[in-house]
């Protein structure tokens, strides 16, 4: 009688653990619960990624076309945005020890991330892009048309590789991008490659006789990361950045840097 008995008192005693478990799992909060009880959106992002997040030198504070989209949802959200900054080599390993809320910072959307993060929708669209002369009358669609031909592209960058995996293209590198525009510029290249989002930018602020060529390639996707199992974060995230992207501040934001919409897949100019 006496085993019988304990035998059930450490079930009965089991089974309420248990059901204290499931009960704490059921009612944990929802990411969007802990960010509207703080009133702040925990933003990181590296903070020395111009156009996308940088130190405005002026103003001593954060700049850039990533700052801008997180306060419009931050804003739509009815939070505000608390920016973290954080070296890229750390900033996902800081997401998933719940140091911040979200990651802005032009986050690829790959399968192997989402194994371990949800994502919102994606916001930004890319792929690499040539840059050609602005009277360029030559059609260059792909690096095997620019074979016999010179193409820049910034020294130690995934693009060098891939131009130099391609026979018979002259590929020249540069320190950077102004110096390698400075010499499409002067023709003593044909063109060169950048990703899409750069190539907007460097189109935009360069003051050079240059446009956007043809994007070659795949399309990637970028979003914003956070932690898995927010339900209803996710669909306010999402609901917000559908919000701005609706009313036209996106766009606005997406212009004010980039001279375009980089939310639309890239095309040649």
């Known amino acids: 009688m006496m085993k019988t008995s304990t035998k059930k008192t450490i079930s009965t005693l089991l089974a309420g653990v248990i059901l204290a478990g499931a009960s704490l799992t059921a009612t944990a909060a929802d990411l969007l619960d802990t960010v509207k009880t703080r009133g702040t959106l925990k933003i990181a992002l590296e903070g020395t990624y111009p156009p996308f997040n940088f130190k405005d030198t002026k103003t001593n504070e954060l700049a850039g076309f990533d700052v801008d989209v997180a306060k419009l949802l931050a804003a739509k959200l009815g939070v505000k945005p608390e920016f973290?900054?954080?070296?890229?080599?750390?900033?996902?390993?800081?997401?998933?020890?719940?140091?911040?809320?979200?990651?802005?910072?032009?986050?690829?959307?790959?399968?192997?991330?989402?194994?371990?993060?949800?994502?919102?929708?994606?916001?930004?669209?890319?792929s690499a892009q040539l840059i050609v002369k602005k009277d360029e009358?030559?059609?260059?669609?792909?690096?095997?048309?620019?074979?016999?031909?010179k193409l820049g592209v910034g020294q130690g960058s995934n693009y060098e590789e891939r131009a130099k995996a391609v026979a018979g293209v002259e590929v020249k590198s540069y320190p950077g991008a102004p110096e390698y525009l400075q010499d499409l510029a002067?023709?003593?290249?044909?063109?060169?490659?950048?990703?899409?989002?750069?190539?907007?930018?460097?189109?935009?602020?360069?003051?050079?006789?240059?446009?956007?060529?043809?994007?070659?390639?795949?399309?990637?996707?970028?979003?914003?990361?956070?932690?898995?199992?927010?339900?209803?974060?996710?669909?306010?995230?999402?609901?917000?950045?559908?919000?701005?992207?609706?009313?036209?501040s996106f766009a606005k934001a997406s212009n004010k840097w980039f001279g375009k919409d980089v939310s639309k897949a890239p095309a040649a100019q």
């Open 186 to 248: 002067a023709g003593r290249v044909d063109a060169a490659l950048n990703d899409s989002l750069m190539v907007a930018y460097l189109v935009k602020t360069s003051n050079l006789p240059i446009k956007a060529g043809a994007p070659i390639g795949e399309i990637a996707k970028n979003g914003i990361p956070f932690q898995k199992n927010n339900p209803k974060f996710a669909a306010a995230l999402n609901a917000a950045l559908a919000d701005i992207i609706k009313d036209g």
């Open 137 to 149: 009358k030559r059609e260059f669609k792909s690096l095997e048309d620019l074979k016999g031909k």
């Open 84 to 126: 973290v900054t954080s070296e890229w080599s750390g900033i996902l390993a800081g997401l998933s020890a719940g140091k911040f809320d979200v990651i802005v910072n032009q986050v690829g959307v790959t399968a192997k991330r989402q194994e371990t993060f949800d994502f919102s929708d994606p916001y930004t669209v890319s």
